[in-house]
Every structure is written in C-alpha cells, then in structure tokens.
C-alpha cells in the first residue's frame, strides 16, 4: 500500500528535498519532522521562546528513549513521566 504526501504544516516532506540518497535517512527524517513541527508552531504566531522550549522537550524525550518515533509505544511515555516524577 503506497502511503499519499499530505501537505500540512509541520510534514516532513516538505522540508526534504525531493530525489536526495539519504546518508542517514533516519535521523534526518526525524530532524526534518522536528524543523516541520518547529515552522507550524512559528505559523501559529507562536513565540520562538515557545516553541524552542517545545522542541527541547520532545528532544529530551528522544534521548529518554533513544528511539525514533516511530519506534515507540505508550509504555515509553509512561517510563518517561514515572522518571521525571522520581527525579
């Protein structure tokens, strides 16, 4: 089943070049997402205070995880929010 481009704020491909060999697709896709995530939340007339300090956050619970997101399940935000609770 071949997944459709949806243009929406925030998507990934929009940041991406088309026809590009990704070196390490992985990581810059989740990079690309997280830049996507970033403009959408500038293009709400979010402050770049805000939305930095959001980025941070979702940066803190990847290195939590050390997983990608699509890799995840709900019992890793349980994990993270037992550990920041304990700390």
């Given at each position: 089943m071949?997944r459709q481009?949806?243009?929406?704020?925030g998507a990934?491909?929009?940041?991406?070049?088309?026809?590009?060999m990704?070196?390490?697709?992985?990581?810059t896709?989740?990079?690309?997402?997280?830049t996507?995530r970033?403009?959408?939340?500038?293009?709400?007339?979010l402050?770049?205070?805000?939305?930095?300090?959001?980025?941070?956050?979702?940066?803190?619970?990847?290195?939590?995880?050390?997983t990608?997101?699509w890799?995840r399940?709900?019992?890793?935000?349980?994990?993270w929010?037992s550990?920041l609770l304990?700390?």
């Amino acid at each position: 089943m071949a997944r459709q481009k949806v243009d929406i704020d925030g998507a990934a491909h929009l940041v991406l070049a088309d026809g590009v060999m990704l070196l390490h697709p992985a990581e810059t896709v989740l990079e690309a997402m997280l830049t996507g995530r970033f403009r959408q939340q500038r293009s709400r007339m979010l402050s770049v205070g805000t939305a930095t300090a959001r980025l941070h956050l979702v940066r803190r619970f990847i290195a939590f995880t050390g997983t990608f997101p699509w890799q995840r399940d709900p019992s890793d935000v349980e994990d993270w929010a037992s550990a920041l609770l304990s700390e």
